[in-house]
């Protein structure tokens, strides 16, 4: 008996949570009253069985989605795939503490039976999201989130848009990320002769299953982001735009890539994008060519890139964009010919600041001040971006100069 009571008495020391458990009954023992009712015994027994839960961890919703059984999503995957998760399904929270929760929902595989579901998982604490896959549907789980990525828009934007001082606000990441939207400026483009041009030769490629990346550089304003997305839309490609992309890592790019397969990507100012890994990048791009897909990136200083980036492959073609098409000039104007002769060379944003102007003072007033924007537009692009345009004075002269960095 005393070898019996010895073996016990070292178990309970080295292991400190039964130890912690069985301190806790007999605790519960003491406090029952002298006179049981059977409701003393009822309340006994839950505490009791909270009591073990919490010395075993057993709500812990850490453990709720083991590597056994879950694989884990990168960041970007985990924020888009619950946004479809969450409208597209009922979420049940499986078990929390006062720390943590962790949630399960189950998305209709649309080629499967009704009831086939893909389970998805998420552990959030606070501040972080964990989202998972179950492991038996890591094989077909990306192609059930393209079909519902999909099925509203051919044209998605994605706009990494974190404020000033929120870099790293893991909240405000997920809010700005909670959903991919359909692009809102979609059918805001003008089909010029040059977006025919280049589009007809795309889909030359195209039809041979070859990819092709092209890199649209010039001061801003000059209509880069038009002539690609009017080419995406000739060749009616689902297509992802990528904006305010600043502070966003390349790595993520790869994820979202990945993710969403789109035929073809548009990233407006990939000069600013933080090469954290540009291997990582460049080797994607390449993957993209030789998996068929276009890519058009539009960038006002192409010679500051890495010189890896800028070679076929990575991008197959550089095409410098000075300024905007006459057809587009004229749309900005309303057709308007003495204000076209103006602002021909100008920026889109600074022809849309002299329209503004004509709306609210009148064309014959709002004309006085164009040559102080004509001033603006050299000192903007000849100081910061390199390049000197033909923007002519009031009398319509003016000489052509151009310093292509390619």
Do not use: C
Not at 16 to 27: D, P
Not at 267 to 272: C, E, G, M
Not at 286 to 292: A, I, P
Not at 299 to 312: V, W
Request: avoid cysteine; charged fraction near 30%.
């Amino acid at each position: 008996m005393k070898n019996i009571f010895n073996k016990t008495k070292a178990f309970l020391s080295n292991n400190k949570e039964v130890l912690k458990f069985t301190t806790s009954i007999v605790k519960e023992v003491i406090r029952l009253p002298k006179k049981k009712k059977s409701l003393d015994y009822l309340y006994f027994g839950l505490r009791i069985k909270e009591g073990f839960e919490e010395s075993f961890n057993l709500n812990d919703p850490h453990l709720a989605f083991s590597p056994k059984e879950w694989y884990e999503l990168d960041f970007i995957s985990s924020l888009l795939v619950w946004s479809i998760v969450e409208k597209e399904s009922k979420i049940i929270k499986i078990t929390s503490n006062k720390y943590s929760d962790a949630w399960e929902g189950a998305l209709d595989n649309p080629q499967g039976s009704k009831s086939q579901k893909v389970r998805f998982g998420k552990h959030y604490d606070g501040g972080n999201n964990q989202v998972f896959v179950n492991n038996n549907d890591i094989s077909i789980y990306k192609e059930i989130i393209r079909q519902y990525i999909w099925k509203e828009s051919n044209n998605l934007l994605f706009d990494w848009n974190t404020p000033d001082g929120d870099i790293g606000n893991k909240k405000s990441k997920k809010d700005k990320f909670r959903k991919l939207t359909k692009d809102p400026y979609n059918n805001s483009f003008i089909i010029t002769e040059q977006s025919k041009k280049i589009a007809k030769e795309i889909d030359l490629y195209i039809k041979k299953n070859i990819g092709r990346s092209i890199l649209l550089n010039g001061p801003p304003g000059s209509g880069k982001t038009n002539i690609a997305k009017a080419i995406v839309h000739i060749l009616g490609l689902k297509t992802l735009r990528i904006t305010n992309a600043g502070s966003l890592d390349s790595s993520i790019l790869v994820n979202l890539f990945s993710l969403i397969d789109p035929e073809a990507i548009i990233i407006d100012d990939i000069d600013s994008i933080s090469f954290g890994d540009v291997s990582n990048f460049l080797s994607k791009i390449e993957f993209l060519n030789q998996n068929g897909k276009i890519l058009l990136a539009t960038s006002n200083r192409a010679h500051e890139l890495n010189s890896a980036l800028i070679r076929p492959e990575r991008f197959d073609q550089l095409i410098q964009v000075d300024k905007l098409e006459e057809l587009v000039v004229l749309k900005l104007v309303n057709g308007d010919i003495e204000i076209f002769e103006l602002v021909k060379d100008f920026p889109a944003v600074f022809i849309v600041e002299v329209m503004k102007r004509v709306s609210v003072i009148g064309k014959e007033e709002a004309l006085k001040g164009v040559e102080d924007l004509q001033i603006r537009v050299k000192d903007i692009n000849s100081k910061q971006f390199g390049f000197k345009t033909n923007v002519p004075n009031k009398k319509g002269k003016g000489k052509v100069e151009n310093k292509n960095p390619f």
